[in-house]
Structure formats: C-alpha cells, structure tokens
C-alpha cells in the first residue's frame, strides 16, 4: 500500500480544514488507516483511526469532537476534516495503514505505538495561527 498525504496549509484558530491521504497498491478497503501527527519536538502521537469498512472510528481525546475521520472506498481516499482548530494542532501529519482489523492494529498501537502500523505516507504540514 503506497500512501499520499496532502491537504496541509495555514489556518488561524478556530478554522477547518480537511486533510486527504491517497492510497493506491494493495487492495484498500481490506486495510485498516489511521492519521497521526508531529509536532516540532515531539514523538508522532495518534489523532484518529478507521476500520477497513469505515463502520468503526477510533480517536485521541484531544481531537475528539473537532475532528471527522473518513473514508470513500471508491476513490480509495481517506480524510480527516478538522473543525475548531487551535494553534496545539500545528504539526507535520501523517496517515498509515495497516492490514490488521481496526481493534487489534489499536491494540498494538497501545503497545508499541508508531511500530503498530507497517504503511506509511509522507506528511502534510497544518499550521494554526493564534
């Protein structure tokens, strides 16, 4: 599974924006996704994940409420729309991919983070101004 992560910009607080990953290889909608990002300094830390059918949707407590993870198998796109964005979102992310069903993939993740997932794609940067 080869990933493409674009959508990134600048945005002050309290704006939106949607973030896209396009996946193309291996067959998609047998795969579990997920986005994570990196703030400058930081370890990458999960945001959001979803099952290969789209029917389950796992996120981080921080962006629980702001953000909408997605997925269209029929474009093989994912999406992450980021609603009430403040200026702590700033950070390079990421989406990954992994054949594992959604809650075993979230369980490794729990366990070994990052390594829990075997595809990744380059980030895309999203900048919050205050």
């Known amino acids: 599974v080869q990933l493409q992560a674009f959508g990134g910009g600048l945005v002050q607080a309290g704006g939106s924006l949607r973030l896209s990953c396009a996946a193309s290889?291996?067959?998609?909608?047998?795969?579990?996704m997920g986005w994570f990002r990196q703030a400058p300094g930081m370890e990458r830390e999960f945001v959001a994940a979803?099952?290969?059918?789209?029917?389950?949707?796992s996120y981080a407590d921080s962006v629980t409420g702001r953000f909408t993870i997605s997925r269209d198998s029929a474009t093989n796109l994912m999406y992450l729309q980021m609603n009430s964005l403040k200026p702590e979102d700033t950070a390079l992310y990421y989406c990954?991919?992994?054949?594992?069903?959604?809650?075993?993939?979230?369980?490794?993740?729990?366990?070994?983070?990052?390594?829990?997932?075997?595809?990744w794609g380059q980030g895309t940067l999203v900048t919050v101004s205050s």
């Open positions: 290889g291996r067959t998609f909608s047998g795969v579990s």
């Open positions: 990954a991919a992994d054949h594992l069903a959604l809650t075993h993939v979230m369980r490794k993740t729990s366990m070994v983070g990052t390594k829990g997932w075997s595809y």
């Open positions: 979803i099952s290969w059918s789209g029917g389950s949707t």
